[in-house]
Structures are given as C-alpha cells and as structure tokens.
C-alpha cells in the first residue's frame, strides 16, 4: 500500500505512468482542495478532478485539465451573455456577505458564473454539478469524490484531503485573490506579498486520510505552497506524515523549477525556490528523489534519475526511482 498527495499538475503525470509500479488497487491519491472554487453556484475541485479524470481515462492530456474533446457551448454562451448584456467580465466574487453564506465548503471563494473566468467544459460541469447535488443532499465531499470515482471507473482510492473549507489565497498588492484568480485570470504576475490557507487552523483532514498516511507517502513533483501546503497546514495531517516514510520528488533542478509558479510562490514566503528549499519545506520527508543534473546534497537519502515527466514512460522512470527511495526508508 501507499499514498500520493496530488496537486494539479507534477503528481497526476507521475501517476500517468506509475500503474506498473504501484498497483492502483493498493494505492490512495490525497488530492489538495485549497484550489477549489464555487462558480457559478456549483464547486469545482480542480485538483481532485485531475485525478478523477486521469484514472478514469477521459483526462485532456494536453492541458492536464479538464476532460478530453470536451465542448464549451455553456462557457462560451455565459460569455456572449455579459458581451451582449455590457457586464464586465473576468473574476467577479460574490458579495463579502456570501462568502461565508450558504454551503460551508465553498467559504471565501465564490464567484459569479457572469463571464466565468475559469474555462469549464460541458461534460466537466456536467462533474461539478453532480458533485455540488450530492453535497447539497448531505453527503461529504468524500462521499461525493468516492461516487464520482465509481462512475469514472477509477482504480485509485481518491480522497480530498479535507471535508472542511480551506481556501488558498494570495495576498497582492491589489489585495487578496484566490488562487485561482491570481493564477488562471491574471497568469500569476501579481507580486505575491504572503500565501494564506485560510480555514485551516480549525479544519481536520477525514480519518480515512489519516488512515492512508499510516501507508509510506510519496509526494509528487507538486507546488510545495500551494498543492502541499494547505494540506500540511492542518496539524493532524502535518503530524501524520511526520510518523509514517515519506518520500518526495522534487519539481526543481537545483533552482530550476520544471514548471508552473512555485518559484515564485517559494519566494515569497521566504523559502529558497530550489531543491534544497523543498528539502527545507519538507522536514518530515525521509528521502527524496532528484534529477540526475540536480547536484544538491541533502542530509537524507536521495536517489537521482532523469526526473522529466514528458511521456508515461518518464513517468514510470521516475516511479521506480521513488520505489528504490521507499526501500532505503521502509
């Protein structure tokens, strides 16, 4: 058995090609929700439906989100709406009254569907509205993830890592945006002043998460703010994997980052954006996996190959790197 802790990107290509080493039927996925958004009225779990949509076949592998030659007929038909109506368009947040109003999960993070700035597919809302009908009916997000799996056909145990709000959100200096906003709407040039996971001071990971990080982890090539950091911002999570083996797979080459905003992110928060701040980040992690270019000495195992995650054969590469690294540590 073991668990992966998922972001949107670094972790779910690791996954792409990871089946002929860790069989999917002992493998659980803990995938971040810090990312998720209510728009529109229905949530959406960005990170989670990687995930779903990787096992499940159907992931657009291009983009690495949302669901293969999927149509956009509603997405593009709310934008001639605002176009005809003259309402402006980009990420309108409800009114600060309803960001704590309504379905919990969905605190401090909902947006109008006006002109939505997320692009969001036919069959992908069709997703999130099914997910937001069984939270509305009363079942858990984890219930509702379990039930989307099924239908899927996924073979990997998916869990969020929280049936409780935790919202990631980036102060700027045009003030606080949620993630996705600063990333998706406005391509992540925003300086970035500090990174809140807000809500996680009192949320609690589920005990089904708690159970699968007594499994060894393996964190993915993932964004160490803002696809690890919400999760280890909650104390029970953060304490679990200080007990169990934990490997991790670095996203950089020494201070070259493979991709996406974690350089930056890092930096802001006072952490080196290398390997060796990932290593600093992740004090809990017992051994770590690096690219063969990357020369950075760590004081924990390390095993090196080439850590590129092009194709599902680089994918299995590196799976059998983490399986030697999970060796040396179990």
């Known amino acids: 058995m073991v668990t992966f802790l998922s972001g949107g990107t670094g972790t779910p290509k690791l996954l792409s090609g990871a089946d002929a080493v860790f069989d999917p039927a002992a493998t659980t996925v803990v995938a971040n929700t810090g990312d998720d958004v209510e728009l529109g009225g229905h949530l959406v779990c960005p990170d989670v439906d990687t995930v779903l949509f990787l096992d499940g076949d159907v992931l657009d592998r291009e983009t690495w989100w949302g669901i293969d030659d999927d149509t956009a007929a509603t997405h593009e038909e709310l934008h001639a709406l605002a176009d005809a109506a003259g309402l402006e368009s980009g990420p309108r947040y409800l009114p600060e009254s309803e960001q704590t109003a309504g379905r919990e999960l969905a605190r401090w993070r909902r947006f109008s569907a006006v002109a939505e700035f997320m692009h969001i597919g036919d069959q992908d809302r069709a997703i999130h509205l099914t997910r937001t009908g069984l939270l509305d009916e009363g079942h858990t997000l984890t219930e509702a993830t379990r039930t989307l799996a099924g239908a899927l056909d996924a073979d990997r145990e998916i869990l969020p ?135 950075t000495e760590l004081d924990r195992p390390v095993v090196r190959t080439d850590t590129s995650l092009d194709t599902d054969n680089d994918a299995e590469r590196v799976a059998r790197a983490v399986e030697r690294a999970l060796a040396e540590v179990t």
């Open 161 to 295: 890592m929280s049936d409780d709000p935790v919202a990631s959100l980036i102060h700027t200096p045009d003030g606080v945006q949620h993630f996705q906003e600063w990333w998706v709407a406005h391509g992540g040039e925003p300086a970035v002043e500090d990174v809140e996971f807000r809500g996680a001071e009192s949320a609690e990971p589920t005990d089904t998460v708690l159970e699968s990080l007594d499994e060894p982890v393996v964190i993915g090539p993932s964004n160490p703010v803002t696809s690890i950091g919400p999760m280890v911002a909650m104390d029970d999570f953060r304490d679990a994997l200080e007990s169990t083996p934990v490997v991790a797979v670095s996203p950089f080459v020494e201070d070259t980052v493979f991709s996406g905003p974690a350089a930056k992110l890092m930096a802001a928060e006072g952490m080196d954006p290398s390997t060796a701040g990932v290593a600093a980040a992740y004090p809990f992690a017992d051994a770590f996996v690096l690219d063969s270019e990357d020369g």
